[in-house]
């Protein structure tokens, strides 16, 4: 595709249930950003992937987080027994190298209810 | 660890204006590149405007320019001749460069300033 794509852009899900977020990066790029983005307020950096090395997961906020990126282009992010903290907006981003600009998806807006 | 302080949470323009927008950051490393990006209410992330570190001009696109400080370790943003549709959330973000450090390549961001624009 033309740009990065997050699915899906709208999820309401109940408290207590796991959630897979999709991002697919535009082609050819190796660099992979998950971000959080609460009502209002800015970018809490979360997990990026580069290439064939291992993630940097220091931003995950808890174990119940985790990410995956499968054959160095989509990456599913995974919410286990979700919260109403984790209400948030969750955006992707990719850049063909790390020393470039990064290209955003338009975000999934997750609510847990 | 590297951070961005953006100190307006808001700011207001009248439209031909001029607007700067301020932007700190911290860091250990000389080699990084800075950012600006805009939000608009779709939520769609767009880049305004980048500097690398280690040049010591300006960056400029047309009505956006960037006062790039590197000792005082400040980036602000100055907007021209505001329109209308330059409305939206402004975000200051910082690059690793450094390929011998733990962040590298981290895109780290500021808490983001809402611009609005009066006719």
């Known amino acids: 595709g033309a740009g990065v794509s997050q699915s899906p852009s709208n999820k309401v899900t109940e408290k207590g249930k796991d959630v897979e977020l999709r991002c697919d990066p535009i082609?050819?790029?190796?660099?992979l950003y998950w971000y959080r983005q609460s009502l209002g307020q800015g970018l809490e950096f979360l997990i990026y992937?580069?290439?064939?090395?291992?993630?940097?997961k220091s931003g995950l906020p808890s174990d119940r987080f985790s990410a995956e990126r499968t054959g160095g282009s989509v990456s599913t992010l995974t919410i286990q027994r979700t919260q109403q903290e984790d209400s948030a907006v969750y955006l992707c981003?990719?850049?063909?190298?790390?020393?470039?600009?990064?290209?955003f998806g338009q975000g999934t807006r997750l609510t847990v209810v | 660890a590297q951070t961005v302080t953006q100190s307006q949470p808001e700011m207001s323009v009248q439209e031909a204006e001029t607007v700067t927008l301020s932007c700190t950051y911290d860091?250990?490393?000389?080699?990084?590149?800075l950012f600006w990006y805009k939000q608009p209410p779709s939520r769609q992330m767009i880049l305004v405007i980048r500097?690398?570190?280690?040049?010591?001009q300006n960056a400029t696109e047309n009505r956006f320019s960037v006062n790039f400080q590197k000792a005082a370790k400040s980036f602000s943003l100055k907007i021209s001749d505001s329109q209308l549709g330059d409305a939206a959330m402004y975000f200051c973000?910082?690059?690793?460069?450094?390929?011998?450090?733990?962040?590298?390549?981290?895109?780290?961001f500021g808490q983001g300033t809402i611009l609005t624009v009066h006719p």
């Open positions: 500097q690398e570190a280690y040049k010591q």
């Open positions: 981003a990719s850049s063909s190298q790390l020393n470039t600009e990064a290209f």
């Open positions: 860091t250990s490393e000389s080699d990084y590149y």
């Open positions: 973000a910082y690059r690793s460069a450094d390929a011998g450090g733990t962040s590298y390549g981290k895109l780290t």
């Open positions: 992937f580069q290439g064939n090395s291992a993630p940097d």
């Open positions: 082609s050819g790029h190796t660099a």
